[in-house]
């Protein structure tokens, strides 16, 4: 059973720092492109970041130069670190792994960017 598992959500300050991590239980994971997305409260969900199996990087504008993304195929991980957080970048995270016609979420971690 595929699974995906964040962790390192929380409450932070405007300005702060937060290393998400995202534990995917996917046979050949070196094969999926994975990817974080968020939502907010009554807004739909966006793509933050993406690191494909091979390829280009993808950061939404809105993170450009305070997110990044990155991945252990070893450990079948991957991460989001994210800096200079805002309030706006108060949502859900979700992990999602995507090969063709598969496609898994994780089940989320919150982040609250607040004083």
Do not use: H
């Not at 290393?19 to 094969?31: I, K, N, P, Q």
């Not at 997305?37 to 390829?55: D, F, K, N, T």
């Not at 957080?85 to 949502?91: I, N, R």
Request: proline content about 3%.
């Amino acid at each position: 059973q595929v699974q995906l598992v964040e962790s390192g959500g929380g409450l932070v300050q405007p300005g702060g720092s937060l290393r998400l991590s995202c534990a995917a239980s996917l046979s050949v994971f070196g094969r999926y492109d994975m990817a974080w997305y968020r939502q907010a409260p009554g807004r739909q969900r966006e793509l933050v970041a993406r690191i494909p199996s091979g390829g280009i990087l993808v950061y939404a504008d809105s993170v450009k130069g305070r997110f990044t993304i990155s991945r252990d195929n070893v450990k079948n991980m991957v991460y989001l670190q994210m800096n200079s957080l805002k309030p706006e970048d108060t949502a859900v995270y979700y992990c999602n792994a995507n090969l063709g016609y598969q496609n898994f979420w994780g089940q989320g971690t919150q982040v609250t960017v607040s004083s």
